[in-house]
């Protein structure tokens, strides 16, 4: 099943750690599996927040490690933002 918002957030992983986003699972760790550094990791919570129109907190930062987590908390605070 084809899910827009994850191959949306995927291809920004992948554009920002510059990894074919096709290599980039669910369950692989941006930092572990995909060799992402904190600038990455702050790059793509811009681009998300930007994107999305969504305000990532501090304490949600952790919940950026995978794919299928940064997905979840996207999709998350979109719908408590009513978008």
Do not use: C, F, W
Request: glycine share 10%; proline share 5%.
């Amino acid at each position: 099943m084809s899910d827009s918002m994850q191959d949306e957030i995927r291809g920004l992983m992948g554009e920002i750690i510059e990894v074919d986003p096709a290599a980039i699972g669910p369950d692989d760790h941006l930092v572990r599996d995909l060799g992402a550094d904190s600038m990455a990791a702050l790059e793509l919570l811009a681009k998300l927040e930007q994107r999305y129109g969504i305000v990532i907190e501090p304490e949600n930062l952790p919940e950026l490690v995978t794919l299928g987590s940064t997905v979840a908390l996207v999709r998350r605070l979109t719908e408590d933002s009513g978008g």
